[in-house]
């Protein structure tokens, strides 16, 4: 009996995975948009930075998950493109946050209150990824997968045909 190249069974689960997390980010980003959209939420005098921010933020939202299909196809393909791909896709979306943390502090207050107001509904679509830690997950895993795969290449013996 064959014992699975683990590596290629890694990339394949992470693929699966970023397909999931995009189409459960997205299951919650597109009715929050919607929402948004039909009520016409305005910029208020209260909050008058909202929209710019929420708009702003929903749009990174649906490049990262975009980011993350494309990260899933050449994961599922096996090509290491693929992990670095995600790589930089969830080390991204980690500092995107710790940006988003600081905007609340550093910016005046009106326009940090548009941003915290913003960051409950614009980043809907990267929700599930923060609740779950999946960033971390995949990176740590795919990392040792790669790692594996490129030492187990690097090793195999070259066959002479």
Known sequence: ?????????TYRIF????FLVVLIGLLFLLPTVWSIRT???????????FATWFWAMAF???CFLALLVVGGIHLFRLRSSGVTICN????????YFLIIGLLWFALPTPISMGVAAASGVGNMGLG??????YPLVA???????RRKRT???ATAPLSLS
Do not use: R, Y
């Open 88 to 95: 930089v896709v969830f080390a991204a979306e980690i500092v």
């Open 128 to 133: 599930p990824q923060v609740i779950s830690g």
């Open 1 to 9: 009996m064959k014992t699975p190249d683990w590596p290629a069974v």
């Open 60 to 62: 990174i939202n649906l």
């Open 15 to 18: 693929a699966i995975g970023n």
């Open 139 to 145: 990176l740590i895993c795919l990392n040792l997968a």
């Open 151 to 153: 030492k187990t290449h």
């Open 39 to 49: 009520a016409a939420v305005e910029n208020v005098p209260t909050n008058s930075h």
